[in-house]
């Protein structure tokens, strides 16, 4: 069973949230083939070292393509957000992108529930 989150980590947390999605935003559009991709959670390990980054995708059509995009980058996108946030921690954490779901299943409920 996992434990509560720390306040330090939810900070951090928040932090990377909004630095990650400024990051992804001034990206724009077209480096994700046209899809939008937005930061919707992220989760800081205890000893902060890992931040495991969740990302819708509209039109979750784009999915596959979208997760590849960020999976490449990510190196790049860990050293933009060190910049941001270098000033207020140590070590910048490592950055794992999970795609979330969430809306795909609210919208597959949804769907149901017309039936």
Do not use: C, W
């Not at 990051?23 to 919707?40: H, N, Y």
């Not at 910049?83 to 207020?88: D, E, F, I, K, S």
């Amino acid at each position: 069973m996992e434990r509560p989150a720390s306040n330090r980590q939810l900070k951090v947390a928040r932090e990377i949230q909004k630095d990650m999605a400024e990051i992804l935003r001034s990206k724009g559009m077209a480096a994700f083939g046209g899809a939008m991709v937005t930061v919707s959670e992220v989760r800081v390990s205890p000893d902060l070292s890992l931040a495991k980054t969740y990302v819708s995708i509209f039109p979750s059509a784009k999915s596959d393509e979208v997760m590849k995009i960020l999976k490449d980058n990510v190196r790049a996108y860990r050293g933009e957000l060190g910049r941001t946030v270098g000033g207020q921690l140590r070590i910048v954490p490592e950055i794992v992108f999970y795609l979330d779901t969430s809306l795909d299943y609210a919208e597959h409920i949804d769907e149901l529930l017309k039936k």
